[in-house]
């Protein structure tokens, strides 16, 4: 499966990068998520639950970041397992450019899926997979916004930003680790999720 997009932030790079790279953003952003903890160099644990269609299964993997160019990029590798309901395995490419609204973080992720998940059907899978994406880029534009006040602020201010944090969510964006950062999230959603 692969998967790309744009989302733009109202938060300068810096501050999308630092949140990206913070393991308690990630697990509070990350639907399902209970573990992101560091194991290594650029290396990450995380532990999530996940449940599409009638598969639902507790996944752990590792992420590892490569190629890391702060604050504006870097790649990653993921995999993980769930036991019978299947495993994941892929890469993502992380950008963070800034622009005059803040910055603009784009992503590219490509994965495969095995076992149980793969039985499942592909608009199955990419439906479940944009769901989490939604609300992974929802959440984290409201912890933007719960850091960062000042940056939505004077967006709103401005007239770029509506007041609703419903709204603000739909213009925000990730990433990802993303999935560590932006990329470790869409990563490890678009994995499970393919």
């Known amino acids: 499966m692969d998967m790309q997009g744009s989302r733009q932030l109202a938060v300068t790079q810096q501050q999308a990068w630092d949140a990206l790279n913070d393991p308690a953003v990630l697990k509070a952003c990350i639907p399902g998520c209970d573990k992101v903890e560091t194991s290594g160099e650029n290396q990450y644990a995380i532990g999530m639950a996940l449940k599409i269609g009638p598969v639902s299964a507790k996944f752990t993997g590792k992420i590892t970041l490569s190629e890391i160019n702060p604050p504006a990029s870097y790649k990653l590798s993921f995999e993980g397992q769930g036991g019978p309901a299947g495993f994941g395995k892929g890469s993502a490419a992380v950008t963070l450019t800034p622009d005059a609204d803040g910055c603009e973080l784009s992503y590219t992720v490509h994965a495969t899926v095995g076992g149980k998940i793969a039985q499942l059907g592909q608009r199955l899978i990419d439906g479940a997979a944009k769901s989490m ?12 916004q719960r850091q960062h006040p000042e940056s939505y602020a004077a967006k709103m201010v401005m007239g770029d930003v509506e007041a609703e944090p419903e709204s603000c969510a739909q213009n925000a964006g990730i990433p ?19």
């Open 133 to 144: 994406a939604e609300d992974f880029f929802k959440r984290f534009d409201e912890e933007m």
């Open 176 to 194: 990802v680790w993303v999935w560590i950062g932006g990329a470790a999230v869409l990563a490890l959603i678009v994995w499970l999720g393919s």
